[in-house]
């Protein structure tokens, strides 16, 4: 009966989290269950009582979840601290994360402002320091001063949504800090019996840090410290993608699988040594405690104390609540019931914070571990007991290898639709790397890599201990994974699939794998999904009916990123945003939309001028898509985005067609794309030939385009100033625009009144970043907008602004991803015509691309 009623916890959790936007329809849905158990008596399949908990179980999910969020939305934080910058005061409440040059702290506020305008404040603040000079740790109460912000991030069609996820994180808000000593220690958490134990071991962590900089480097340093602490900060960008395309990047995050190989290896050593001794002994050990109820025992401190030492991060901590009840279940002899531990351990951390069940994490830990549970119940010789961890002293070797492979074949299996709907990828070829892999990291660098640390507290050093063996080791893990990685298909990315799609997946696999289903039942379900995996692994771009014009700016905070689909399938690229050294906006936004659209080939990708904010993310493109042509203005920069550009063009065999004034990207069929600036080469002066410096000499030799499609025209203006501006009013070509891009994000160096009358565009769309510290976009080019009547769309406030056209019919149609965004409905007359539009956004964010 435990099974049963977890589930309709987690559904009521569910139902709880959809109440704010869709409450009639919620309604109904348990209108409906009461009568489906009602039925379900009145045909004596289930008892009233049980009828009872079951429906007093989803009410209890459900009005938990209401509880719960409205108690932990209530803090103020970002009110009382207001706009201007303020001094804050409060508590360091998780161990501080590095990474080169910056150190990211969470701080709980107790008080805002000095001197007669403080006052008492609560809420968490994620405070990122750039340039530290010192560290801190867990109850450490410091002061700083800063602008107190909400959290905010791009919005996209199907985009990671970072501010839901700062707030799943339990964030009210964000700040930033730069410099030596703008962080100041006010008392130090030694002194708070409460935060003593964790202040300690947070000492403990950066001496094992600041060894493993001392000594390791490269990709072994990055490694080292993401398995053995928990700090992700030192890994590459290459690095995690080398992972994520060989199937293991769970590797880089400890979880589930490191902490059950340490303590199966524990729990395997202690036993074994129990039996190797003496018989008197064994005899006199066995009077007090049996060798399996020890070795759960003794197991609790190995296990407990790296989940700690890796910064008990919320997913360590799931997967060692998970572990400690499985001993748990072990000294009471209960090991057989995998199943209700599961259920047991979902329901302790959802009680705690029932956010998890949307986590990333969350979902796969646990659908990992129930295929792990169900692959050992199908493969049993004895399903009376149901499935338990298997031993494997007791197997011949052939039989262990056998059910370890069925193992990692299932967890691969069950974990392919998340992994694709999270990540745009299929990785498939984690079901062979993860036989080998797993146990490597788990049995041979992670035990090594602890026993380095440990050596380290006791005795000191400032050098990690073996470090010459960790490099070496650490290497040759790195190259193995570039080498896996390297496998062609292996990096096999593919649209998110829909989520009825999903549910549908998971509900063939069950129908597959039950015993009580007829061969032909069971052989069909195996077969559609199947089908339904191959078609992912497709993911074919809808097919072009010659008519459909869909224009894309995408949010890329302050940059520019523009999608054009053609009618006759081409498919171009303007820009890509920046690029920064934890957020690649290729990597994140522009990418997962390509794929989502179906779209594996550019067929044109321009790079409107060498600057950070619309270049930086153009190499993880050119790396990851096929691309046709590659245009550029030609002008080249002593920068490091820039020479990752020119490297990673000359690495794809990419050559960089240079633009120039009356060339044609493309002038066939109905659509062209032609290009208006900058002026050709011949009429460039050669100080603009070579190495351009002047930020507003590169604005004004960007690149501008102009694609007419039947009725339909769209003026992408780059970052063009005065002067460009200037020599484009002078022609006709920027004349009776219907779509403009703003240029240079709205700023007032790009403000021309005669221009804008001179264009007479209908629609007019500002590619622009949240708070960002340029003004942008100026009021005063706002105004100049609105009072010739046009409309305004700001990527900064809308999220991504589509416009679909269609060549026969002189309008268009503009969607905004914030838009297609639920909203929380009001008791009111329209309540119903609010729950129907949210019912119309879940089901678009359901369905997919």
Same mark, same amino acid.
């Given at each position: 009966?435990?099974?049963?009623l977890?589930?309709c916890f987690?559904?009521?959790l569910?139902f709880?989290?959809?109440l704010?936007?869709?409450?009639v329809t919620?309604?109904?849905l348990?209108?409906l269950?009461?009568i489906?158990?009602?039925?379900?008596?009145?045909r004596?399949?289930?008892?009233?009582?049980?009828?009872?908990?079951?429906y007093?179980?989803l009410?209890?999910g459900?009005?938990?979840w209401?509880?719960?969020?409205?108690?932990?939305?209530?803090?103020?934080?970002?009110?009382?601290?207001?706009?201007d910058?303020?001094?804050?005061?409060?508590?360091?409440?998780?161990?501080?994360?590095?990474?080169?040059g910056?150190?990211?702290?969470v701080?709980?506020v107790s008080?805002?402002?000095?001197?007669e305008?403080?006052q008492?404040?609560?809420?968490r603040?994620?405070?990122t320091?750039r340039?530290?000079?010192r560290?801190?740790?867990?109850g450490?109460?410091v002061?700083?001063?800063?602008?107190?912000?909400?959290?905010?991030?791009?919005?996209?069609?199907?985009g990671?949504d970072?501010?839901?996820?700062?707030?799943?994180q339990g964030i009210?808000?964000?700040?930033?800090?730069?410099?030596?000593g703008e962080?100041?220690?006010?008392s130090?958490?030694f002194?708070r019996?409460?935060?003593?134990?964790?202040?300690l071991?947070?000492e403990w962590r950066?001496?094992?840090r600041?060894a493993a900089v001392?000594t390791?480097?490269?990709?072994?340093?990055?490694?080292?410290l993401?398995?053995?602490?928990?700090?992700r900060?030192y890994?590459?960008?290459e690095?995690?993608?080398?992972?994520?395309a060989a199937g293991t990047?769970h590797?880089?995050?400890?979880s589930g699988s490191?902490?059950g190989l340490?303590?199966?290896?524990?729990f395997?050593?202690?036993?074994?040594?129990c039996r190797?001794?003496?018989v008197s002994?064994?005899?006199?050990? +066995? @009077?007090?405690i049996?060798?399996t109820?020890?070795?759960a $025992? *003794? %197991? #609790?401190?190995p /296990?407990?104390? &790296?989940a700690?030492?890796?910064?008990?991060?919320?997913?360590t901590?799931?997967s060692?609540?998970?572990?400690?009840?499985?001993?748990l279940?072990?000294?009471?002899?209960r090991?057989?019931?995998l199943?209700?531990i599961?259920?047991?351990?979902?329901?302790l951390i959802l009680?705690?914070?029932?956010?998890a069940?949307?986590d990333i994490?969350?979902q796969?830990?646990?659908?990992?571990?129930?295929?792990?549970?169900?692959?050992?119940?199908?493969r049993?010789d004895?399903?009376?007991?149901?499935?338990?961890?298997?031993?494997?002293?007791s197997?011949?070797?052939?039989r262990w290898l +056998? @059910?370890?492979?069925?193992m990692?074949?299932?967890?691969? $299996? *069950? %974990? #392919?639709?998340? /992994?694709?709907? &999270?990540?745009?990828?299929i990785?498939w070829l984690?079901?062979?790397t993860?036989?080998?892999?797993?146990p490597?990291?788990?049995f041979?660098l992670?035990?090594?890599?602890?026993?380095s640390?440990?050596?380290l507290l006791?005795?000191g050093g400032d050098?990690?201990?073996a470090?010459q063996?960790?490099?070496a080791?650490l290497?040759?893990?790195?190259?193995s994974m570039?080498?896996?990685a390297h496998v062609p298909g292996?990096?096999?990315?593919?649209?998110?699939?829909?989520?009825?799609?999903i549910a549908?997946?998971y509900?063939?696999?069950?129908?597959?794998?039950?015993?009580?289903?007829?061969?032909t039942?069971?052989r069909?379900?195996?077969l559609?999904?199947?089908?339904?995996?191959?078609?992912w692994?497709?993911?074919?771009?809808?097919?072009?009916?010659?008519e459909?014009?869909?224009?894309?700016?995408?949010?890329?905070g302050?940059?520019?990123?523009?999608?054009l689909?053609?009618?006759?399938?081409q498919?171009?690229?303007?820009?890509?945003?920046?690029?920064?050294?934890?957020l690649d906006?290729?990597?994140?936004v522009v990418g997962?939309?390509?794929w989502?659209?179906?779209?594996?080939?550019?067929?044109h990708?321009?790079?409107?001028?060498?600057?950070?904010?619309?270049?930086?993310?153009?190499?993880?493109i050119?790396?990851?898509?096929?691309?046709g042509?590659?245009w550029g203005n030609g002008?080249?920069?002593?920068?490091?985005?820039y020479?990752?550009?020119r490297?990673t063009?000359q690495?794809?065999?990419?050559r960089?067609?240079?633009?120039g004034?009356?060339q044609?990207v493309?002038?066939?069929?109905p659509?062209?794309?032609r290009?208006?600036?900058?002026?050709?080469?011949?009429?460039?002066k050669?100080?603009?030939?070579?190495?351009?410096?002047?930020?507003?000499?590169?604005n004004?030799?960007?690149?501008?385009?102009r694609l007419?499609?039947g009725?339909?025209s769209?003026?992408?203006?780059?970052?063009i100033e005065a002067?460009a501006?200037?020599?484009?009013s002078?022609?006709?070509?920027?004349?009776?625009?219907?779509?403009?891009?703003?240029?240079?994000?709205g700023?007032?160096?790009?403000?021309?009144?005669?221009?804008?009358?001179?264009?007479g565009?209908?629609?007019a769309v500002i590619?622009?970043g949240?708070?960002?510290?340029?003004?942008h976009?100026?009021?005063?080019?706002?105004a100049?907008?609105?009072?010739k009547?046009v409309r305004l769309?700001?990527?900064?406030?809308q999220?991504?602004?589509?416009?679909?056209a269609?060549?026969s019919?002189?309008?268009?149609?503009?969607?905004?991803?914030?838009?297609s965004?639920?909203r929380?409905?009001?008791?009111?007359?329209?309540?119903?015509?609010?729950?129907?539009?949210n019912?119309?956004?879940?089901?678009s964010?359901?369905?997919?691309?």
């Amino acid at each position: 009966m435990f099974l049963p009623l977890t589930a309709c916890f987690l559904a009521g959790l569910a139902f709880g989290s959809y109440l704010p936007y869709v409450p009639v329809t919620i309604l109904l849905l348990l209108t409906l269950v009461g009568i489906v158990l009602t039925y379900l008596e009145r045909r004596q399949r289930l008892t009233t009582n049980r009828s009872m908990l079951l429906y007093g179980s989803l009410m209890a999910g459900l009005l938990y979840w209401t509880l719960f969020t409205w108690t932990s939305t209530n803090t103020r934080l970002l009110e009382r601290a207001g706009l201007d910058p303020i001094r804050v005061v409060g508590t360091i409440v998780e161990p501080a994360r590095h990474a080169p040059g910056r150190t990211v702290l969470v701080v709980s506020v107790s008080r805002l402002g000095q001197g007669e305008d403080a006052q008492s404040a609560e809420g968490r603040l994620r405070v990122t320091w750039r340039g530290p000079d010192r560290t801190f740790g867990e109850g450490d109460q410091v002061q700083f001063t800063t602008r107190v912000r909400a959290p905010a991030g791009t919005v996209n069609p199907g985009g990671f949504d970072y501010a839901s996820y700062l707030e799943r994180q339990g964030i009210d808000a964000v700040a930033s800090v730069s410099g030596p000593g703008e962080v100041t220690l006010l008392s130090s958490g030694f002194t708070r019996l409460r935060w003593a134990p964790w202040r300690l071991i947070d000492e403990w962590r950066e001496r094992i840090r600041q060894a493993a900089v001392a000594t390791l480097e490269r990709a072994a340093l990055g490694l080292y410290l993401s398995l053995i602490i928990g700090e992700r900060g030192y890994l590459s960008p290459e690095t995690r993608d080398t992972f994520m395309a060989a199937g293991t990047v769970h590797i880089l995050s400890i979880s589930g699988s490191h902490l059950g190989l340490i303590a199966f290896l524990s729990f395997f050593l202690i036993r074994a040594t129990c039996r190797c001794l003496p018989v008197s002994w064994f005899e006199a050990l +066995s @009077r007090w405690i049996t060798p399996t109820r020890l070795a759960a $025992l *003794v %197991t #609790i401190a190995p /296990v407990t104390f &790296y989940a700690v030492l890796a910064g008990a991060e919320v997913a360590t901590v799931r997967s060692l609540v998970m572990i400690l009840l499985f001993l748990l279940a072990v000294w009471l002899g209960r090991a057989k019931h995998l199943l209700p531990i599961l259920a047991a351990a979902a329901l302790l951390i959802l009680i705690h914070d029932p956010r998890a069940l949307f986590d990333i994490s969350f979902q796969l830990s646990y659908v990992s571990v129930l295929a792990i549970a169900l692959v050992l119940r199908w493969r049993s010789d004895d399903d009376q007991n149901g499935p338990s961890i298997p031993d494997p002293t007791s197997w011949a070797a052939g039989r262990w290898l +056998s @059910r370890y492979v069925w193992m990692t074949g299932g967890v691969t $299996l *069950v %974990t #392919i639709p998340l /992994v694709a709907y &999270y990540f745009n990828q299929i990785a498939w070829l984690g079901l062979v790397t993860n036989l080998v892999m797993i146990p490597l990291a788990g049995f041979v660098l992670v035990p090594m890599g602890l026993g380095s640390a440990i050596w380290l507290l006791l005795f000191g050093g400032d050098s990690l201990p073996a470090s010459q063996l960790h490099q070496a080791m650490l290497d040759w893990f790195a190259s193995s994974m570039r080498l896996l990685a390297h496998v062609p298909g292996a990096e096999w990315h593919i649209a998110s699939p829909a989520i009825p799609g999903i549910a549908s997946f998971y509900a063939l696999l069950y129908l597959a794998g039950r015993r009580w289903g007829t061969p032909t039942l069971r052989r069909g379900a195996a077969l559609s999904a199947a089908l339904l995996l191959g078609w992912w692994s497709w993911s074919p771009r809808s097919l072009s009916d010659g008519e459909i014009l869909r224009v894309t700016f995408l949010d890329v905070g302050q940059g520019d990123a523009s999608v054009l689909e053609l009618p006759d399938g081409q498919t171009v690229l303007i820009d890509a945003g920046a690029a920064y050294d934890t957020l690649d906006m290729g990597r994140t936004v522009v990418g997962p939309y390509l794929w989502d659209r179906g779209i594996r080939r550019l067929d044109h990708v321009i790079g409107t001028h060498p600057q950070l904010d619309h270049v930086g993310g153009l190499p993880w493109i050119l790396r990851s898509f096929e691309i046709g042509q590659y245009w550029g203005n030609g002008i080249a920069r002593d920068e490091p985005f820039y020479e990752r550009l020119r490297v990673t063009l000359q690495e794809r065999g990419l050559r960089e067609r240079t633009a120039g004034e009356g060339q044609a990207v493309f002038d066939s069929g109905p659509c062209r794309l032609r290009i208006l600036n900058p002026p050709a080469r011949h009429d460039i002066k050669d100080s603009f030939a070579q190495h351009v410096r002047s930020g507003s000499l590169l604005n004004n030799l960007s690149i501008v385009t102009r694609l007419d499609c039947g009725p339909h025209s769209f003026l992408f203006t780059a970052d063009i100033e005065a002067d460009a501006i200037a020599r484009l009013s002078k022609t006709d070509r920027t004349a009776r625009v219907r779509v403009l891009k703003v240029p240079h994000h709205g700023a007032r160096g790009s403000l021309d009144l005669r221009w804008i009358e001179h264009m007479g565009a209908e629609v007019a769309v500002i590619s622009v970043g949240s708070r960002n510290p340029y003004g942008h976009p100026a009021t005063a080019v706002l105004a100049a907008y609105e009072k010739k009547g046009v409309r305004l769309w700001r990527t900064d406030r809308q999220g991504a602004i589509q416009v679909i056209a269609k060549l026969s019919a002189a309008g268009f149609e503009i969607r905004t991803a914030r838009d297609s965004l639920p909203r929380p409905v009001r008791v009111s007359p329209s309540l119903l015509v609010s729950e129907r539009l949210n019912l119309a956004r879940f089901w678009s964010q359901w369905r997919g691309p």
